[in-house]
T-cell receptor, first 113, second 115 residues
Framework: DAKTTQPPSMDCAEGRAANLPCNHS???????VYWYRHIHSQGPQYIIH???NNETNEMASLIITEDRKSSTLILPHATLRDTAVYYC??????????????FGKGTKLTVNP | NAGVTQTPKFRVLKTGQSMTLLCAQD?????MYWYRQDPGMGLRLIHY???????AKGEVPDGYNVSRLKKQNFLLGLESAAPSQTSVYFC??????????????FGDGTRLSIL
């Protein structure tokens, strides 16, 4: 699995967009980019994932650069409940066997009132 | 919707005691995983299973055993608990191949303290 690099912490004002960057310069052609977040006292929560194209769902948008070496998670209107540690993960899709996620240290996002 | 359920939510053990953590999922997922999370570190994979009756080692398997006798359950065992195994344990499940790009769904964790 390719390694990812994220800033250790970020701040965002409530109601503004939160843009969380991730570098994955060693990503290979069959590897997806996944974003999860972890709020204290809960299990990690899936947010979004993508391969090449930009993706959007009810929680967030994922922008992947054309060379796929980096991506940005966008929370369009951050709320206080979005305060969490956000993990960018790159995972290979293999047939039959070694499915696994490798979590780094993530980005601690603090949404301020 | 239950999703992934972990039992128990909290437990305190003495060094040398044994216990089993239970993970149950109701999504008919093929793959199941056990992670641990320690302060200042990301989640680390202990063991995983790609189907009923199969298990495999993850990053930090030592001191743990697992079993997947039924598709919906994944058990994590500590035969002789050590203080270094004090951690928060998370179970997850996901669809298997050929839907392998689907995300993992996590339980809310088991907080285990070894004295």
């Amino acid at each position: 699995d390719a390694k990812t690099t994220q800033p250790p912490s970020m701040d965002c004002a409530e109601g503004r967009a939160a843009n969380l960057p991730c570098n994955h310069s060693t990503i290979s052609g069959n590897e997806y980019v996944y974003w999860y977040r972890h709020i204290h006292s809960q299990g990690p929560q899936y947010i979004i994932h993508g391969l090449k194209n930009n993706e959007t769902n009810e929680m967030a948008s994922l922008i992947i650069t054309e060379d796929r070496k980096s991506s940005t998670l966008i929370l369009p209107h951050a709320t206080l409940r979005d305060t969490a540690v956000y993990y960018c993960i790159v995972r290979a899709i293999t047939q039959g066997g070694s499915e696994k996620l490798v979590f780094g240290k993530g980005t601690k996002l603090t949404v301020n009132p | 919707n239950a999703g992934v359920t972990q039992t128990p939510k909290f437990r305190v053990l003495k060094t040398g005691q044994s216990m089993t953590l239970l993970c149950a999922q109701d999504m008919n997922h093929e793959y199941m995983y056990w992670y641990r999370q320690d302060p200042g570190m990301g989640l680390r994979l202990i063991h995983y299973s790609v189907g009923e009756g199969t298990t495999a080692k993850g990053e930090v398997p030592d001191g743990y055993n697992v079993s997947r006798l039924k598709k919906q359950n994944f058990l994590l065992g500590l035969e002789s608990a050590a203080p270094s195994q004090t951690s928060v344990y998370f179970c997850a499940s996901s669809s298997g191949w050929p839907y392998s790009n689907q995300p993992q769904h996590f339980g809310d964790g088991t907080r285990l303290s070894i004295l």
